[in-house]
């Protein structure tokens, strides 16, 4: 999920972006999940790398155990 603040003023460009990453399953390895969201945004995003220039990003999962 992902959502986003912007500007009043034109260019009405992102001001903040918020993404919410969603992890459903059992026994789920929340580091492995950090560093999953770590690499996707730092190193092949190319959409995070150039919002982040204009725009504060805040990324963070949620995992939702299906008993």
Not at 22 to 34: L, M, P, S
Not at 35 to 49: F, G, M, P, R, V
Not at 51 to 58: C, G, M, N, V
């Amino acid at each position: 999920e992902v959502m986003g603040l912007r500007r009043d003023e034109h260019p009405r460009v992102y001001e903040k972006i918020e993404i919410v990453y969603r992890v459903y399953g059992k026994n789920i390895d929340k580091k492995a999940v950090e560093t999953a969201i770590k690499l996707s945004l730092e190193k092949y995003c190319s959409e995070h790398a150039m919002l982040s220039k204009s725009s504060h990003i805040e990324a963070r999962f949620e995992v939702i155990d299906e008993a």
